[in-house]
């Protein structure tokens, strides 16, 4: 029986002692320790119904037995849907409702609040805490520490990982076994990972980031992995001069710099320093390589395609660019409106070709077709410009998205909770600049004639409905939007207005 993507990342490491993760206060789990944990799963999953091509929702705080269990999905021949943990009930409530998974896990505290959600889509609910304990791992040691692999072929899906759009719906982002099998092995051997390195892993595991570029990799390496439940900068300036590899949103790189134990000395026995998700400024870039003698090395990717392009490992990294396409994966630019390949030098949106590009989203045909072309070519809403030897550098943004501390947020999502709250009569949401997450959100919102809806009101509705990083830091009551010709609402003049107001 041949699974894609758990025959590489897994199965290749049977029998294999040496450590895998590493935990503060925790022994070492070794590869084979990990594979016997998450084959154990893989029975839990099955005893629970989970059948090939059934959904497994996750909303749990990081842990080792969460990764094992994005393993153990795969194994038995499952779908992994991972959540921020800090989506609400409402937010949750939609992506069960789209995904119908047949198991959903949530940390033992949100399991009163999950259980009608899963009640309604008939799936089992499991939870899983902090520590690793819960229904899910309950009985673990009674199962057998091996498991039938369940057959799998490069395009059966693996993943679906929601992304929000400017309408205001997720869309889940349906990735194949190839999909995330090709990028891995391409990013270990383009970023030279291999069984001598540690990685500092500090990211969420809900995520692109987290979850598949940083342990994709570590598992076809072999590398070991130094497992933090969160950004700690004491815990990851302690870890440094024992670590290789750090892989981080822009936040934790002006975090460290805040921070005068980030020296040269300290970082000497790092290898490589990695960077994506939002735009590393070349401020930061520069000022890194001014502390610690080393060159962040950024990279740029989308859930919908894994990793595009990445500054090269030997030769120049670039500061303020995005690198070359990595090897395999096409990328060109286009005219927005047009769909044709723009001039050398031009700016145009970036489309991008290859095995890592997603198979469409979770039934949405019409938007797969939208931004998914015939010829392969994904459509990413990211404008680009590329120099005469070929750097990638991001200038602009087709799609209105504002990214704060990594986390993508569509201010449409936004504006419909406000648009919707008695006394509004309509808002706009942007981001303006912010010196720890890069961006900061906004919203200016124009009360209906007579009503004087307060800040206070307003952000407990908000906070109601959605997610904490998508909650406005600020609300200016404004009598009217500034709109051009056409009455679209001109965000930049807003920004303008109240960016360092
Ligand atoms: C936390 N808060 C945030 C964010 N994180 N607000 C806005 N944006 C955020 N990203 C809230 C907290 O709830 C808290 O609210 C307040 O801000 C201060 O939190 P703080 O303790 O400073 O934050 P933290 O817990 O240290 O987290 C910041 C962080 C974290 C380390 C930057 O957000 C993070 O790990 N981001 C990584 C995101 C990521 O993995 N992105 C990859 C997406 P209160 O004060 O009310 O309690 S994948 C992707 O984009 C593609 C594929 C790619 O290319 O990688
Ligand atoms: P997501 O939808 O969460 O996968 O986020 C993908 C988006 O993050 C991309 O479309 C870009 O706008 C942005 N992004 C990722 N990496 C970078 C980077 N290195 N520089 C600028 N933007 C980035």
Redesign the pocket.
């Known amino acids: 029986m041949s699974n894609h993507l758990y025959d590489t990342l897994a199965a290749a490491h049977a029998g294999n002692t040496a450590p895998f993760i590493q935990r503060t206060g925790a022994s070492d789990l070794s590869f084979d320790g990990f594979l016997a944990m998450a084959a154990r799963l893989a029975h839990v999953l099955t005893e629970n119904g989970l059948t090939p091509g059934d959904r497994v929702v996750v909303q749990a705080p990081k842990s080792v037995e969460m990764v094992a269990l994005y393993i153990a999905t795969i194994q038995a021949g499952g779908v992994f849907l991972p959540l921020n943990t800090?989506y609400t009930r409402d937010e949750v409530a939609y992506f069960v409702g789209d995904a119908e998974p047949k198991v959903i896990v949530c940390d033992p505290g949100s399991a009163a609040a999950m259980a009608g959600l899963a009640g309604q889509v008939g799936a089992t609910l499991l939870t899983l805490g902090t520590d690793g304990s819960g229904t899910l791992t309950g009985g673990l040691a009674e199962r057998p520490a091996t498991f039938d692999t369940v057959q799998r072929d490069p395009g059966d899906l693996a993943a679906l990982l929601y992304t929000s759009g400017t309408t205001g719906r997720s869309k889940g982002a349906m990735l194949t076994h190839d999909n995330l099998l090709s990028n891995a092995r391409t990013l270990t051997s383009h970023w030279r990972i291999t069984e001598g390195d540690v990685l500092i892993h500090?990211?969420?595991i809900f995520?692109?980031?987290?979850l598949f570029?940083a342990l994709n990799t570590s598992l076809i390496a072999g590398a070991r992995v130094h497992f933090m439940p969160?950004?700690?900068l004491d815990a990851i300036l302690a870890a440094l001069p024992k670590a290789t590899l750090l892989m981080?949103?822009p936040?934790?790189y002006t975090?460290l710099l805040a921070d005068p134990r980030l020296t040269r000395e300290r970082a000497a026995n790092m290898r490589l320093f990695i960077s994506?998700?939002?735009p590393l400024l070349a401020e930061t870039h520069l000022a890194f390589t001014r502390r610690t003698g080393h060159h962040i090395l950024e990279?740029?990717?989308?859930?919908e395609t894994?990793?595009i392009t990445s500054n090269p490992y030997d030769g120049e990294r670039r500061a303020g660019t995005v690198g070359q396409p990595l090897p395999g994966v096409e990328v060109r630019l286009t005219n927005p409106e047009t769909g044709d390949p723009v001039a050398q030098a031009e700016v145009g949106m970036i489309e991008v070709r290859g095995p890592n590009v997603f198979k469409g989203y979770w039934r949405m045909p019409e938007k797969t077709a939208a931004e998914l072309r015939d010829n392969g070519f994904f459509i990413t809403g990211d404008l680009g410009q590329v120099s005469g030897d070929g750097y990638l550098s991001i200038v602009g943004r087709a799609k209105d998205l504002i990214?704060?501390?990594?986390?993508?947020v569509y201010p449409k999502e936004i504006e419909d909770v406000l648009n919707d709250i008695a006394g509004v009569a309509e808002s706009a949401v942007f981001g303006i600049p912010h010196a720890?997450?890069g961006e900061?959100?906004i919203a200016a919102v124009v009360p209906e004639k007579g009503a004087r809806p307060d800040p206070e009101t307003l952000s407990h509705v908000v906070a109601d409905k959605l997610a904490?990083?998508k909650?406005p830091r600020r609300y200016e009551i404004v009598d009217a939007l500034p709109r051009n010709t056409m009455g679209k609402v001109q965000k930049n003049v807003l920004r303008d207005r109240y960016a360092g107001a």
């Open positions: 800090a500090a990211l969420p995520h692109t980031h987290g570029v969160a950004f700690d981080g949103v936040t934790f975090r994506g998700s939002a990279r740029y990717g989308m859930t894994n990793m990214i704060t501390g990594g986390y993508n720890d997450f900061a959100i904490r990083f909650h």
